[in-house]
């Protein structure tokens, strides 16, 4: 009796406790000891054998703004993600990976859904997933799993849908800034931090019981630019202090990982590391994102730890996009995906790549979209596209005055994409236009995509993210 009564009232014990810790974690520091990773070694087949079992939790931490080639794994020069690093050499590195917008909230209903934005329909600021989507926590809330998501966007907030399946969904309790920590955006006006989201965190696997557990992070202090003395070692440029943000939240995450294993979980969880979006830094006279849909924005990290160590961890080279992440965590688990969706698993690429077979696209293209009116009301959409074929990407942006850029950069013998090449290779451009012209063909696949007034008061909470919304 005494079970079934925890079990019924945990989401109560987890709200009513999100002031107080989120208070508490104001004062307390957390120091990491280096041996708190306890998980036995694994192998390919075990990870083959996953959805055998029956005691599986998955932790999701979404890394608001986390550009992949800032982080060590994916090549970076400067330390500024020990913590996440380790995760990648002892799990699963998907090298080249593509979020499906710059911005947030249509980002996020792909990365969900499975589906690209022109068939979510969520590209306008007042856009909602409707009801008849169907979301991983409704899958696995159906499967059996405790179903808990904590946010800090705005974007992601129950009234636009995001909701759907959690039986606990919410914004934990702002609290005054620490002393000791800086945040580089003077707009903001959410004095919360990640820290108080990991607290918060910490409680529900306190009081969790023993249902197997689907918990979501969505994680804001790098778009807010926040870090703390100790984590301010790379300058003081607007470039600098992001990557400071980056080791700042690394070592909160690295403060969740150790209590999980402190409480056993690390052997029985899978941890998805992700990313809605990027961050540009002039490199093309852009800075920031939700305005462009190049490399530096769009590019961003996809990590699995499992279970298990795996030595040496295992990098997936074929190229791979947000709309795949739900689809291999459901195969790893031995559920099914949701019929119809644009996305795939890429288990066979883990364990293809495990055996030391090398990679391949198999033909597959992906995209990133975004609607360069999505703040604007009552405006014609003014789409930007960007189509990666293997090296190549095609980046077509349309505007204002009716006319259309075009062009085209190739990674394998320009890295960083800063070499329009659509005047020396015009097959390739007229190619991947015409893949463009077919993707905007698409309709969404609920219909007509449901939207709802949002009041001034709600308006300026989103505006206090550094949006602008006119």
């Given at each position: 009796?005494?079970?079934?009564?925890?079990?019924?009232?945990?989401?109560?014990?987890?709200?009513?406790?999100?002031?107080?810790?989120?208070?508490?974690?104001?004062?307390?520091?957390?120091?990491?000891?280096?041996?708190?990773?306890?998980?036995?070694?694994?192998?390919?087949?075990?990870?083959?054998?996953?959805?055998?079992?029956?005691?599986?939790?998955?932790?999701?931490?979404?890394?608001?703004?986390?550009?992949?080639?800032?982080?060590?794994?994916?090549?970076?020069?400067?330390?500024?993600?020990?913590?996440?690093?380790?995760?990648?050499?002892?799990?699963?590195?998907?090298?080249?990976?593509?979020?499906?917008?710059?911005?947030?909230?249509?980002?996020?209903?792909?990365?969900?859904?499975?589906?690209?934005?022109?068939?979510?329909?969520?590209?306008?600021?007042?856009?909602?997933?409707?009801?008849?989507?169907?979301?991983?926590?409704?899958?696995?809330?159906?499967?059996?799993?405790?179903?808990?998501?904590?946010?800090?966007?705005?974007?992601?907030?129950?009234?636009?849908?995001?909701?759907?399946?959690?039986?606990?969904?919410?914004?934990?309790?702002?609290?005054?800034?620490?002393?000791?920590?800086?945040?580089?955006?003077?707009?903001?006006?959410?004095?919360?931090?990640?820290?108080?989201?990991?607290?918060?965190?910490?409680?529900?696997?306190?009081?969790?019981?023993?249902?197997?557990?689907?918990?979501?992070?969505?994680?804001?202090?790098?778009?807010?630019?926040?870090?703390?003395?100790?984590?301010?070692?790379?300058?003081?440029?607007?470039?600098?202090?992001?990557?400071?943000?980056?080791?700042?939240?690394?070592?909160?995450?690295?403060?969740?990982?150790?209590?999980?294993?402190?409480?056993?979980?690390?052997?029985?969880?899978?941890?998805?590391?992700?990313?809605?979006?990027?961050?540009?830094?002039?490199?093309?006279?852009?800075?920031?994102?939700a305005r462009e849909v190049y490399r530096e924005s769009t590019e961003v990290p996809f990590l699995l730890s499992l279970p298990f160590r795996l030595e040496?961890?295992?990098?997936?080279?074929?190229?791979?996009?947000?709309?795949?992440?739900?689809?291999?965590?459901?195969?790893?688990?031995?559920?099914?995906?949701?019929?119809?969706?644009?996305?795939?698993?890429?288990?066979?690429?883990?364990?293809?790549?495990?055996?030391?077979?090398?990679?391949?696209?198999?033909?597959?293209?992906?995209?990133?979209?975004?609607?360069?009116?999505?703040?604007?009301?009552?405006?014609?959409?003014?789409?930007?596209?960007?189509?990666?074929?293997?090296?190549?990407?095609?980046?077509?942006?349309?505007?204002?005055?009716?006319?259309?850029?075009?062009?085209?950069?190739?990674?394998?013998?320009?890295?960083?994409?800063?070499?329009?090449?659509?005047?020396?290779?015009?097959?390739?451009?007229?190619?991947?236009?015409?893949?463009?012209?077919?993707?905007?063909?698409?309709?969404?696949?609920?219909?007509?995509?449901?939207?709802?007034?949002?009041?001034?008061?709600?308006?300026?909470?989103?505006?206090?993210?550094?949006?602008?919304?006119?």
């Amino acid at each position: 009796m005494r079970k079934q009564l925890l079990a019924q009232r945990w989401p109560w014990f987890v709200a009513a406790s999100v002031l107080l810790l989120v208070i508490l974690s104001t004062f307390v520091e957390v120091r990491l000891p280096d041996d708190w990773d306890r998980r036995p070694r694994g192998t390919a087949e075990d990870i083959a054998r996953l959805r055998e079992r029956d005691d599986l939790n998955v932790l999701f931490i979404l890394v608001d703004t986390l550009r992949a080639e800032r982080l060590g794994s994916y090549g970076y020069e400067r330390d500024t993600s020990p913590g996440l690093d380790r995760l990648a050499n002892s799990g699963v590195r998907f090298a080249r990976h593509l979020a499906q917008s710059t911005w947030t909230k249509s980002s996020m209903a792909s990365l969900w859904t499975g589906l690209y934005p022109a068939r979510t329909g969520v590209v306008q600021y007042n856009n909602v997933i409707p009801d008849a989507a169907q979301m991983p926590a409704e899958r696995l809330r159906e499967a059996g799993f405790q179903t808990i998501g904590l946010w800090r966007n705005g974007w992601v907030s129950p009234t636009f849908g995001f909701q759907q399946g959690f039986e606990v969904y919410q914004r934990p309790a702002a609290s005054p800034l620490p002393p000791n920590l800086q945040r580089e955006n003077p707009t903001l006006s959410d004095h919360g931090t990640d820290q108080g989201l990991i607290e918060v965190a910490m409680e529900f696997l306190r009081v969790s019981g023993h249902r197997r557990w689907f918990l979501y992070l969505h994680m804001m202090d790098l778009h807010e630019y926040t870090y703390d003395a100790k984590s301010a070692i790379f300058g003081a440029s607007h470039s600098d202090l992001y990557d400071n943000s980056i080791l700042w939240t690394d070592e909160s995450i690295e403060i969740l990982l150790e209590a999980l294993s402190e409480r056993g979980y690390l052997e029985n969880t899978i941890v998805a590391i992700v990313s809605d979006h990027g961050e540009a830094f002039l490199e093309r006279g852009y800075e920031g994102h939700a305005r462009e849909v190049y490399r530096e924005s769009t590019e961003v990290p996809f990590l699995l730890s499992l279970p298990f160590r795996l030595e040496p961890g295992i990098v997936v080279e074929s190229r791979t996009q947000n709309i795949d992440i739900w689809p291999t965590l459901f195969d790893l688990l031995g559920l099914e995906s949701p019929k119809g969706i644009d996305g795939r698993s890429r288990l066979p690429e883990i364990l293809s790549s495990a055996a030391g077979h090398p990679p391949g696209d198999g033909g597959q293209i992906a995209i990133a979209d975004l609607n360069q009116n999505w703040s604007r009301r009552n405006t014609k959409a003014l789409p930007t596209i960007a189509i990666v074929d293997g090296p190549l990407r095609y980046v077509r942006m349309d505007q204002e005055d009716g006319k259309r850029r075009e062009q085209l950069f190739d990674a394998s013998n320009d890295p960083r994409e800063l070499r329009d090449l659509s005047v020396l290779e015009p097959e390739a451009l007229e190619r991947l236009s015409a893949v463009a012209d077919s993707y905007f063909e698409t309709k969404p696949v609920w219909g007509e995509t449901p939207t709802r007034e949002i009041d001034e008061l709600e308006l300026n909470l989103l505006r206090a993210l550094g949006y602008q919304i006119e």
